[in-house]
């Protein structure tokens, strides 16, 4: 008969099962922001030096901030619940025991019937009742219990009947109660608490469990997927667009932000920024004042004049509001990329690409339309004296009679590059020609060269060398992978002094129509490009990209204008104006074609050939039937045996 008890041990068990489910996850996620990767190099130059240092500190200081937020409280108590339970389970006694014979005497399992008898001989002298020393705490009762345990387990191995009882139910006297124990502590189950368990239940599964399923599920319809607020998508569609300039695009950020931080914006107050907003006003004119008149709210006049007071370059000395300038610039990758699709959806191509150039002014805090000399080292709007002008001549000149600048300048200059386009093509995996509706890749090679450098000579190749890039250029272009494979690849940190957080370079590759002004194909975004080293690598010292696209319906010439982006360095587009032609398929050899034909008919026993075949068109026959000829020839030949048989 089987009987149910109410384990506690058990139910530790099953606990730390549950809680180890938890906290494991939880804190390898937590550990992955802290735990030590490969070390990426980075700009040389004094400013962006002290701005890795204060990026680091800020890491240590969140990590070193025990309990500062809740998932450091919440795994902290896990773990001391689950340290607790370790040192319950460990000095607790397991009910569940197997009858052990051999241990209960203390002798080996091995030894003969001959050697078990004379070793419990030895025993029954030692601990019978009536010879045996009680040792302290010990009582009559304790020793002759223990006696009947060695007397059992000595029958065990001896007696026939007592050995047979053992071997057939796992005890010497045979059948015994089957003990069930549940995961369950014992006052679950008591009485008493009967409505306190309930009431917990009710709470559990009616309350708490809807509560965090709702959250989850009306959380994850709330956003895009461009990872921002519903509302603040909607905002972004009634504001962008075809015409918007930086100052327009800057005010919809604004209106997003106090969607996206609403807890950073709404504890600041308007005389906290009074001073900064007024810096602004007077530094944009005009068009600060109609668009803080646009912006009704105080949330987003507070990020406007935060975002400009970045662009602008204008010290904050409140350490909240540079706190909170911080978390609102790390928010615009994602806020940018939500305007994006916005400008993409339409397909503006001047629109695309102003907000591109929006990525690298932030990076750079550099306003919009002022010179992109303002990037490099010790470059100030002063020394500039209000010039807009952009070029090496204008930054040589400044560089030329201060030391610290030419200091500044060959520090950075490793780390402020232009890309160079090595090659670019359109092709067609197994075709020599673009037909209409082919899927097409561009396929292009690029590399980081200095910006204060032109492009690397280009080494004549040899035969072999010709031979070994077609190869790999080929093998590149049937594989699945967007980004050719460069294992000595060495990423580097790009120079950013002004962005609260260390960043790579990147590049968008923009193919557009200028005669339309429309996107022709979506953007496609890289990073990792090498830098140009034709002595570590003379002959293949770029990475190969490809981006695939559909060819359009109709036969004819498109000139396409190829733009690479980056959203880190201001200024540095680079184009590319390059001819997609799309010829018929008549254009094709006869024995192309007929490869073309057969690959496109279908079967006459498929549905499709069946479908095919009652709208006229052409279907192949099936390979395991003859041919209607085949068949009529053979019906003829029956029907002459027939009737030579009917005359004979």
């Known amino acids: 008969m089987a009987q149910t008890t109410y384990d506690g041990g058990m139910a530790a068990y099953f606990l730390l099962t549950f809680l180890a489910l938890i906290l494991v996850p939880l804190t390898l996620s937590f550990a992955a922001n802290f735990r030590s990767s490969t070390v990426i190099q980075g700009c040389k130059c004094q400013d962006c030096i002290e701005n890795r240092e204060k990026i680091g500190q800020k890491e240590r200081s969140t990590f070193g901030k025990l309990g500062s937020d ?111 124990g549940l995961a369950l502590p014992p006052w679950v189950v008591d009485a008493h608490n009967n409505i306190w368990v309930l009431g917990a239940y009710g709470i559990l599964i009616g309350g708490l469990l809807p509560y965090l399923v709702g959250k989850w599920w009306f959380g994850s319809r709330s956003r895009t997927k461009d990872g ?20 327009t695009l800057v005010s919809s950020l604004s209106k997003g932000l106090e969607v996206e931080k609403p807890h950073l914006l709404k504890r600041l107050k308007l005389d906290d920024i009074r001073s900064l907003q007024e810096q602004v006003s007077q530094k944009l004119g005009a068009t600060a004042s109609a668009i803080y008149a646009n912006l009704k709210s105080k949330e987003s006049k507070i990020a406007f004049t935060l975002l400009y007071a970045h662009l602008l370059r204008i010290d904050i000395p409140s350490a909240p509001l540079r706190s909170v300038q911080k978390d609102l610039l790390l928010q615009m990758p994602v806020l940018l990329g939500s305007v994006l699709a916005m400008a993409l959806g339409h397909g503006w191509l001047p629109t695309t690409i102003e907000i591109m150039h929006l990525h690298a002014g932030f990076t750079q805090a550099i306003l ?36 610290n600048r030419a200091r500044g300048l060959l520090a950075a200059t490793s780390h402020i590059s232009r890309l160079d386009v090595y090659d670019a093509s359109f092709r067609v995996v197994g075709e020599r020609i673009i037909t209409p509706g082919a899927f097409v890749q561009l396929t292009f ?46 990423p580097q940190w790009a120079h950013a002094p002004y962005w609260p957080a260390n960043r790579k370079a990147s590049w968008w590759c923009v193919v557009g129509d200028l005669k339309t002004q429309k996107i022709f194909v979506p953007p496609f975004k890289f990073t990792d490009v090498p830098w140009s080293n034709p002595e570590a690598h003379p002959n293949r010292d770029y990475r190969t990209y490809k981006l695939q696209f559909q060819a359009p319906q109709q ?76 068949e009529s020839t053979t019906d003829g030949d029956n029907d002459s045996d027939s009737d030579s048989s009917d005359s004979d």
């Open 368 to 403: 919009p339309g002022k010179s992109n000399i303002l990037q490099f080292p010790l470059i100030t709007e002063d020394a500039l004296e209000g010039d807009t002008s952009s070029g090496l001549e204008k930054l040589l000149l400044l560089v030329k009679d201060d030391p």
């Open 445 to 490: 090679k690029v590399r980081q060269v200095q910006l204060l450098s032109g492009s690397p000579a280009r080494k004549e190749q040899t035969p072999e060398e010709v031979s070994a890039e077609a190869a790999a250029d080929a093998a590149f272009l049937e594989s699945k992978a967007e980004v050719e494979d460069i294992p000595s690849y060495q």
């Open 555 to 630: 036969v004819g010439t498109y000139t396409l204008h190829i733009t690479f982006v980056s959203d880190t360095f201001v200024g540095e587009d680079q184009s590319v104006y390059m001819t997609l032609q799309v010829d018929d398929i008549s254009s094709l050899g006869a024995d192309e074609q007929m490869i073309e034909d057969d690959i496109s008919e279908p079967e006459e026993d498929t549905l499709a050939g069946q479908m095919a075949a009652m709208r006229g068109g052409k279907v192949k026959k099936s390979p395991y039937h003859g041919s209607d000829d085949e």
């Open 228 to 247: 921002v607020h519903s509302k603040t998508a909607g905002i972004f569609f009634k504001d962008i667009t075809e015409d918007a300039t930086p100052a």
């Open 70 to 180: 809740s998932k450091t409280i919440f795994l902290s108590i896990g773990w001391l619940i689950f340290a607790g339970l370790v040192y319950f389970v460990l000095n607790t006694s397991s009910t569940l025991t197997v009858y052990d014979p051999f241990t209960i005497l203390g002798i080996s399992s091995s030894a003969t019937e001959k050697e078990i008898k004379k070793f419990y001989k030895k025993l029954s002298l030692k601990f019978h009742p009536d010879t045996v020393k009680l040792d302290e705490g010990q009582t009559a009762e304790d020793a002759a219990a223990h006696f009947i345990e060695l007397t059992k387990a000595y029958k065990a191995l001896t007696d026939e009947v007592v050995r047979k009882n053992f071997e057939e139910y796992g005890h010497p006297d045979g059948k015994q109660t089957v003990e069930m």
